[in-house]
T-cell receptor, first 115, second 109 residues
Framework: GAVVSQHPSRVICKSGTSVKIECRSL??????MFWYRQFPKQSLMLMATSNEGSKATYEQGVEKDKFLINHASLTLSTLTVTSAHPEDSSFYICSAEQGGNEKLFFGSGTQLSVL | GIQVEQSPPDLILQEGANSTLRCNFSDSVNNLQWFHQNPWGQLINLFY???GTKQNGRLSATTVATERYSLLYISSSQTTDSGVYFC???????????FGTGTLLAVQP
């Protein structure tokens, strides 16, 4: 099956710094990727849709200047949490859509802890 | 947008028991999937099932699109089935999945 790699799996940073999370489709091209965040014991909340070669589409309430998304190639999307604060601490998960396949494939997630 | 609700929120089973998890959605769907999230956070795709019935080993799923619900059946449960089960649906033309509230399953030996 299709594989989505997400890196890093865990990151701890100081408040005010920026953190970049990578999401790669390893064996297929993904024109569309999605970014979710998940707080402890809660569901996944869609943050944004990342389209290769164009600007991301953000869900209501998600700050686009806070969560920068870049989808520069058909196999890589990045999420940068800028000027991170403790309230940004969360589990971030990406998913990728394989063309012609209705299933979405998910990365293994990134646990971000901001001190 | 589409609303997705799941029940029950929590479920405790003895090993070997069967269970049924339910997912209700508020609008017609083009995409509905069931996932299992393991304790490490990894989401495992169980079924893509916007309609009809599918089976995979001890798991099966049925979606009745006209009545806007889907069921996930787990038979002869094992401790490794523990975790959170999510259904997710998309009512539009894209794969923008909206996740349900989840069912936390604990299977005890």
């Amino acid at each position: 099956g299709a594989v989505v790699s997400q890196h890093p799996s865990r990151v701890i940073c100081k408040s005010g710094t920026s953190v970049k999370i990578e999401c790669r489709s390893l064996d297929f091209q993904a024109t569309t990727m999605f970014w979710y965040r998940q707080f402890p014991k809660q569901s996944l909340m869609l943050m944004a849709t990342s389209n290769e070669g164009s600007k991301a589409t953000y869900e209501q309430g998600v700050e686009k200047d806070k969560f920068l998304i870049n989808h520069a190639s058909l196999t890589l999307s990045t999420l940068t949490v800028t000027s991170a604060h403790p309230e940004d601490s969360s589990f971030y998960i990406c998913s990728a859509e394989q063309g012609g396949n209705e299933k979405l494939f998910f990365g293994s997630g990134t646990q971000l802890s901001v001190l | 947008g589409i609303q997705v609700e799941q029940s029950p929120p929590d479920l405790i089973l003895q090993e070997g028991a069967n269970s049924t998890l339910r997912c209700n959605f508020s609008d017609s769907v083009n995409n509905l999937q069931w996932f299992h999230q393991n304790p490490w956070g990894q989401l495992i795709n169980l079924f893509y099932i916007p309609s009809g019935t599918k089976q995979n080993g001890r798991l099966s799923a049925t979606t009745v699109a006209t009545e806007r619900y889907s069921l996930l059946y787990i038979s002869s449960s094992q401790t490794t089935d523990s975790g959170v089960y999510f259904c997710a649906a998309d009512g539009g033309a894209t794969n923008k999945l909206i996740f349900g509230t989840g069912t936390l399953l604990a299977v005890q030996p």
